[in-house]
């Protein structure tokens, strides 16, 4: 069984920074996809980013591209979430997940969030 924990988060102004990290436990990081969805107050779960096994590949949703930057550390079971120039409508719930089989279209395994809020 793998847990996730992601940390991170917090209040910050437009056009601020922030860096979320998610530390996996009970499975060979190495194996997994990566990847970040956030949920706003009454929007459905989107996709963020993921990464590939080996952070080769990263791809992103249209909205935050040039803004926020995957990577992930196999050494410390940790991926991080770079967020940069964030607006408002970045504010959400973020969320990591794992998929242990390769896929980048399903996720095994989930954290329990991270708030982030970006003020106007």
């Known amino acids: 069984q793998v847990q996730l924990v992601e940390s991170g988060g917090g209040l910050v102004q437009a056009g601020g920074s922030l860096r979320l990290s998610c530390a996996a436990s009970?499975?060979?990081?190495?194996?997994?996809?990566m990847a970040w969805f956030r949920q706003a107050p009454g929007k459905e779960r989107e996709f963020v980013t993921l990464?590939?096994?080996?952070?080769?590949?990263?791809t992103y949703h249209n909205s935050v591209k040039g803004r926020f930057t995957i990577s992930r550390d196999n050494t410390k079971n940790t991926v991080y979430l770079q967020m940069n120039s964030l607006k408002p409508e970045d504010t959400a719930a973020y969320y990591c997940?794992?998929?242990?089989?390769?896929?980048?279209?399903?996720?095994?395994?989930w954290g329990q969030g991270t708030q982030v809020t970006v003020s106007s």
């Open positions: 990464i590939s096994r080996s952070g080769a590949y990263t």
């Open positions: 009970g499975g060979t990081f190495s194996n997994y996809v």
């Open positions: 997940a794992a998929n242990a089989k390769g896929s980048y279209s399903s996720y095994d395994y």
